[in-house]
């Protein structure tokens, strides 16, 4: 029997969005933390929102305010994120407790910048691509109008629901944010988790990336066990899995195997199928220039 642990905020739960798992319809608020967020955005960006009282910019004895602990609160808003915008609010304010955990992986995939976009925005349809090739069990889909936000779960303890928060105007470089349950080891985690994605193309056909999914644990001794050596390997591994089975359907179907897709059931359909043939226009279609730029979306 797993160990059931709350408000931890497990890595594990960033894995949902770099390849679809997300969820059944179950409740969260992101309420927001005033002590935390005040005290973050004054302390690090030296900035006082206007719903926050002086002693709620006062320093956390507990947290040291120094040049690594502040810089993702100013890479984040060099990227565009808002200190007083909605997510702007609720994301400091995460940032801004006690414990933290970095998960990060880096590397390169052979595959274009044109078609990772592509299975970035269409999450269902990546999940499905991912499912026919590999024989697992994503399930994501939508849950509004601008594709933004996205539910799944990958039928294996993972669960989630996330949001992209920011991007370029290339969509290359891209912050997510969300909350999700997890099982890791004896451990059945669930909470709040960011991730910041950013992939630079490598020549025409390849594109390196750098996920880094930020975790909040709610007591010092849980960040001790999310340091743990296994503990990482566990969750790193598990997101090298992805992104390879990613990899290996996209290279298995631009190859001409195209049986996984004619014998998948979400593919069988006339808006399956239509599907696949714009994917094959997205793999096939000459490269465009890309200009850099970012904001919050």
Not at 231 to 245: D, H, L, N
Not at 263 to 280: D, E, K, Q
Request: glycine share 8%.
């Amino acid at each position: 029997m797993p160990l059931r642990i709350p408000y931890v905020h497990s890595g594990f739960l960033c894995i949902a969005l770099f390849m679809t798992v997300c969820l059944f319809p179950w409740r969260y608020s992101f309420a927001l933390d005033r002590q935390s967020y005040c005290s973050g955005v004054y302390q690090c960006l030296q900035e006082k929102p206007d719903l926050c009282p002086e002693d709620l910019c006062k320093k956390d004895p507990h947290v040291d305010y120094d040049d690594d602990f502040c810089a993702i609160f100013r890479e984040l808003q060099a990227r565009g994120l808002d200190p007083h915008s909605y997510w702007g609010r609720r994301i400091y304010s995460y940032l801004a407790k006690r414990y933290r955990v970095v998960y990060e992986v880096q590397g390169t995939l052979p595959l274009s910048a044109d078609v990772l976009r592509y299975l970035l925005d269409h999450v269902p349809f990546s999940a499905q691509l991912v499912n026919a090739y590999t024989g697992t069990r994503y399930r994501a889909h939508y849950v509004d109008r601008e594709r933004r936000k996205f539910r799944g779960d990958n039928n294996d303890g993972i669960t989630g629901v996330f949001s992209l928060v920011l991007h370029d105007t290339d969509r290359m470089r891209r912050v997510y944010f969300g909350y999700g349950t997890a099982e890791v080891l004896l451990w059945k985690l669930y909470g709040v988790a960011l991730m910041v994605l950013d992939m630079e193309p490598d020549g025409s056909n390849a594109v390196t990336y750098r996920l880094r999914c930020l975790v909040f644990p709610a007591k010092g001794w849980l960040k001790t066990v999310m340091n743990f050596m296994l503990f990482r390997k566990v969750v790193t591994g598990k997101i090298e899995e992805i992104i390879g089975a990613i990899n290996a359907s996209v290279a298995s179907f631009h190859a001409g195997n195209t049986e996984p897709i004619r014998n998948h059931a979400s593919f069988a359909t006339p808006a399956g199928r239509h599907a696949v043939n714009l994917f094959r226009e997205v793999i096939t279609a000459p490269k465009v220039k890309r200009g850099k730029a970012g904001g919050e979306g």
